[in-house]
């Protein structure tokens, strides 16, 4: 694993690999979702008592189990969903996978698989035998070793396919709506509680950017850069970006608030 427990930690664990962008930066946003959540449910579920007696609730969970997943419902790690704690939990999971997981392995595809060699999608030819024709020109120099390739790997009418659909999957679009923003939050809610504590999650997502920031900018830290000097930003959340104007395109970085492609 690259995480232990430690309850000294404000996480509740530690990192065993300290220079680890996805889970330096995956830690904290997973922190202040989950405080987020927690802080919205102890407005309205007070005690488990008010959770448990929460007929709409327990009715969606039921619901999750047996007929979402109704192939795994008999399975003992489910949550029973009788504490505001359980709640908590399986809102934050969520939330994490619908967005900033998502971001994290979605939005930084292009950089890399952009460029078809990198990861060609299909093997159109087996691999050259010892002796074959192929096989001797894979010695013959870079060249013909390349050509060997080429005719191996996707086709250009296969490849334009291919990264076209990957650019737009890795798009931000300009109205996007990006973890700790709403588009419309007074037509949200009008409790003044949970507009605030909402607020505090925003303002707690642009500290997180600006820690980003600055540990990208540290020379401790080679893996922010890595040998091509660019930045990891998958989990800078964006959140400060009102306007949708700095992490409009292929960006490769903002966590939108869900799965948005």
């Known amino acids: ?61 039921k619901e999750v189990r047996e007929e979402a997943h109704g192939d795994l419902k008999d399975r003992d790690w489910w949550p029973r969903m009788d504490t505001v704690q359980q709640l908590a939990r399986t809102c934050t999971t969520i939330i994490w996978v619908a967005s900033a997981l998502h971001a994290a392995v979605n939005f930084g595809q292009y950089p890399y698989a952009g460029y078809l060699p990198n990861r060609p999608t299909v093997s159109r030819r087996p691999m050259p035998e010892p002796g074959s024709h192929d096989y001797k020109k894979l010695g013959a120099g870079q060249k013909e070793a390349d050509m060997v390739f080429i005719r191996t790997i996707t086709s250009q009418f296969q490849t334009i396919l291919g990264i076209s659909l990957i650019e737009i999957l890795s798009k931000h679009s300009s109205d996007e709506v990006y973890l700790g923003q709403r588009d419309e939050p007074d037509r949200w809610t009008s409790d003044a509680k949970a507009l605030d504590a909402f607020k505090r999650f925003g303002s707690r997502l642009v500290q997180i950017e600006n820690r980003i920031k600055t540990m990208n900018d540290s020379p401790d830290l080679k893996n922010r850069k890595g040998p091509v000097e660019m930045p990891y930003m998958l989990l800078y959340p964006n959140t400060s970006d009102v306007t949708g104007e700095k992490a409009e395109g292929l960006t490769a970085m903002g966590i939108p608030n869900s799965i948005s492609i």
């Open 1 to 61: 694993g690259v995480a232990v427990p430690d309850q000294s930690s404000p996480y509740g664990v530690r990192l065993l690999i300290k220079d680890y962008p996805y889970a330096v930066d995956g830690l904290v946003i997973w922190w202040a979702i989950e405080r987020w959540v927690k802080e919205y449910l102890d407005i309205y579920y007070p005690n488990d008592g008010e959770l448990q007696r929460d007929v709409e609730l327990q009715a969606w969970w």
